[in-house]
């Protein structure tokens, strides 16, 4: 057992430390280039920024110490055959066509600068995986009228999806050991591909994926502006008192937990790098949170953007949602709406259902005709396990029966989902600290009030407990709230029902395109 212990531990330092040559030789190259081309262009295209007028954030007197002019018309200051070059912005986004909530945050981004900018003042282009920046415009226009609903084959003609060489090392998957440090590292190596290696360096580089690395080098090696839209903080405070308390989740190993001194490595690791992510943060011009419970983890691990730092509520396609009929819903369907992956917490579902089911105080007609649907999608080999997973534990630990009383619907078409939603009386949410909730805000629009965890955004700005929705934090919890739904008078349901609708009318996909562009106003090209 002691053999296999440092057999692993050298395995481990073995492959940080290969990945830290790896990293580290590539960064120094790509500074020293960065650092003489910096120096190369400084000298003979002094001024080439002002080829367009001076952002917002800059004011006229900083812009004439500069020696930068703030009229558009000023030509003769400019470069000779830049004086028409559009502003390009940059967008790191490596799933581009993941059809999740990250990817219509992305695509709405795009459209709505593609409105302000319709006569091509801004070239957008979106750094993103070989596969999806190896389609055709009508193929990723085709797709995403599929995966969202909304036509943007006009919007991609101003747009440019370039493959990034870097997007392999992205990929959490590849570093079982120092897992935030190394993915930092290589966001650090992806903002320098953007910014550094493609040819010339984008005027702005939006992060929509949490890739924070890239913030610094290309503030600081690049001369761009920075905007970062942070969905879930790399780290926070949260992660730190799970690490401290020893509690065993699916971000903290059972057997990290049991152990005293690992714990306190843990936590050391997790203190250093928050002071790594929080000067990254520091380097955005403008940051976005994605909702208040991000905003207040970022408030504390970002300290220096608190000034510039904005809530901007994702897009939540609803409109076809709210057209569902309130009524007849006669049968007690329960509906979850999440990915098939850990932190879901798929399991506490089962076990309220469970629990719902045998307690005294259901009612037996209740009993008889409740029924639980799981609907989300699988990713790759790991979620399709989990649903196995889940399967065993319905069947075999908590004696319930598929599909009578249980039914995994994994990828459903749209069609069937919209169905399932039309007759459904109560939904369900059972993750912990969820950064904003998408799925809850859907449930809600389709008229089907949820019980969701007293916790993250969704506590925070979605479910107001007990009017729209019910909060929850243990299987007891969930199990009274859900009977309660499923119980609760016509005309009681009908009031939640229309409450939950009018809650989700806030996160259209006008609103956020008016905020966001709100947002980064300040680093935008005057129109």
Not at 305 to 317: A, E, H, N, Q
Not at 331 to 343: G, H, K, T
Not at 382 to 400: K, P, Y
Request: aromatic residues 6%.
């Amino acid at each position: 057992m002691a053999l296999d212990v440092r057999n692993a531990a050298r395995y481990a330092v073995a492959s940080v430390a290969l990945h830290y040559a790896l990293f580290v030789g590539v960064l120094v190259v790509l500074v020293a280039r960065a650092l003489v081309k910096r120096y190369v262009r400084a000298r003979r295209f002094a001024g080439v920024r002002a080829r367009r007028k001076v952002p917002a954030l800059v004011p006229a007197s900083a812009a004439a110490a500069m020696g930068v002019t703030t009229d558009a018309n000023h030509g003769a200051d400019d470069v000779a055959g830049r004086r028409d070059a559009p502003c390009v912005v940059a967008i790191l986004h490596p799933d581009a066509l993941g059809g999740g909530g990250g990817e219509r945050v992305l695509w709405l981004l795009v459209r709505a600068l593609e409105r302000r900018y319709p006569r091509g003042a801004v070239r957008i282009e979106v750094f993103c995986s070989g596969a999806a920046a190896g389609s055709s415009r009508m193929t990723v226009a085709t797709k995403l009228e599929e995966q969202f609903g909304f036509d943007l084959k006009r919007c991609l003609e101003q747009v440019q999806l370039r493959a990034l060489w870097f997007a392999p090392l992205l990929d959490a998957s590849n570093y079982p050991f120092l897992t935030l440090l190394l993915q930092f590292v290589a966001g650090a190596l992806v903002g320098a591909e953007i910014t550094l290696l493609r040819g010339r360096a984008p005027d702005i580089l939006i992060d929509t994926t949490g890739f924070a690395g890239a913030l610094p080098v290309a503030r600081w090696l690049a001369g761009c502006h920075t905007a970062a839209y942070v969905h879930y903080p790399t780290i926070s405070t949260d992660m730190l008192q799970v690490v401290r308390e020893r509690r065993a989740q699916f971000n903290n190993d059972k057997r990290i937990a049991a152990s005293p001194l690992l714990s306190t490595v843990k936590l050391g690791y997790y203190r250093a790098f928050a002071i790594v992510y929080a000067a990254a943060g520091a380097c955005a011009d403008v940051a976005m949170a994605n909702s208040t419970w991000t905003r207040r983890h970022l408030d504390q691990l970002w300290p220096t953007v608190r000034g510039r730092l904005r809530t901007v509520f994702p897009p939540v396609g609803t409109a076809i949602l709210r057209t569902l009929p309130l009524e007849p819903r006669e049968r007690a369907q329960i509906v979850s709406l999440a990915q098939f992956r850990a932190e879901k917490n798929h399991v506490l579902q089962l076990r309220a259902f469970s629990r719902l089911l045998s307690s005294a105080d259901t009612p037996a007609e209740l009993k008889a005709s409740a029924k639980l649907s799981l609907v989300g999608g699988c990713r790759n080999a790991d979620d399709s396990a989990r649903v196995h997973h889940l399967t065993d534990v319905a069947v075999n630990e908590l004696g319930l029966r598929i599909p009578q009383q249980v039914e995994f619907l994994v990828n459903a078409p749209r069609r069937a989902l919209l169905n399932l939603l039309s007759q459904a009386r109560a939904g369900i949410h059972t993750m912990r600290d969820e950064h904003f909730g998408i799925s809850v805000v859907e449930l809600q629009a389709a008229g089907v009030p949820t019980v969701a965890h007293h916790s993250g955004g969704v506590a925070t700005d979605i479910i107001t407990d007990g009017t729209d929705g019910l909060l929850a934090n243990s299987e007891q919890d969930y199990a009274i709230a859900l009977q309660r739904l499923l119980t609760m008078p016509t005309e009681k349901r009908l009031t939640f029902q229309h409450q939950a609708r009018l809650s989700a009318e806030r996160f259209s996909d006008e609103s956020f395109e008016d905020n966001i562009l709100h947002a980064i106003s300040g680093i935008l090209p005057v129109s």
